[in-house]
């Protein structure tokens, strides 16, 4: 299925002999192979011994993307397995704010291990090699690419890190730190943004999309103002840490503010008025029993 998948992925038609003389199936068995892309939520089009991989938007251009975000280095795939994975592969090879981009991951994840279902060309997907000094806190970290993802696309934070649209998912954040001896942390930053999703998409929570905001949007122009806004915010965290500048754009960008809330933990559920975050990125809760201040780890935070 990937070899295929590699075949379409440039969008373009396709006779369907020189598939099967290419990679080496019979009739049947592309067949198959087009009928697990499609089972995926794949659109292979085909007409007339023809077939076609037909994007949700327009593929990305490298070079353009490349030449905005100088001096960093651009790594464009159509296909890869995990954008994440790559960065980690090769970090020996990048420097700080490198990245990997890519149309389609099959093997893309959420926080938590959780499947991120990635339709082809209909999101933004990326990651970024980071490394901050082992002596700073990273308490918050998360939080400032979260807000930053909000402030670029006008859209709203849910601590720690969800980006919300109209109260919905618009894209999720995994931040992973990878062993590497050179004196720093070394972190991996793998990102995805929902921008045009086919109708047939089954996702388990209600999500968002960017071109309900503007159906005519840019992904080229809306990724580049995305990276480098969490490339600002970042170099800000590490010089001043989480201000009361940034606590005064969480506060301006927080869905649940002022809310009854659920903080679900493993020792069950605590309710309260959720109030924002502290300096160390924590989250305010007002309950009966006064204030509590809950770090991000495995604890979740619904509204009641």
Known sequence: MS???????????????DLMSFLKLDSDELVQEIALLREVGLNIQEENNVCQLVPEMPLLNPQTISTALLPYSVHYHRTISSTNEFITNHINQLKKGDLCLAEYQTAGRGRRGRQWLSPFAGQLIFSFYWTIDPKKALDGLSLVIGLAIAEALNAKVKWPNDVLLSGRKLGGIL?????????????????GINVKLPQSTEISQPYAQLTEQDPDIDRETILIKVIQRIYSRLAQFEEKGIDEEFMQQWINHNEFLGDEVNVFTERGAISGIEQG?????YLKVITDEGERYFN??????RRK
């Open 3 to 17: 070899s295929l998948l590699e075949c379409l992925s440039d969008c373009q038609p396709k006779v369907r002999s």
């Open 175 to 191: 931040v992973e730190i990878i062993n590497n001896k050179n004196g720093l942390l070394n972190l991996v930053v793998g990102i």
């Open 277 to 281: 975050i502290d300096k160390r990125g």
């Open 296 to 301: 991000a780890g495995e604890v979740s935070l």
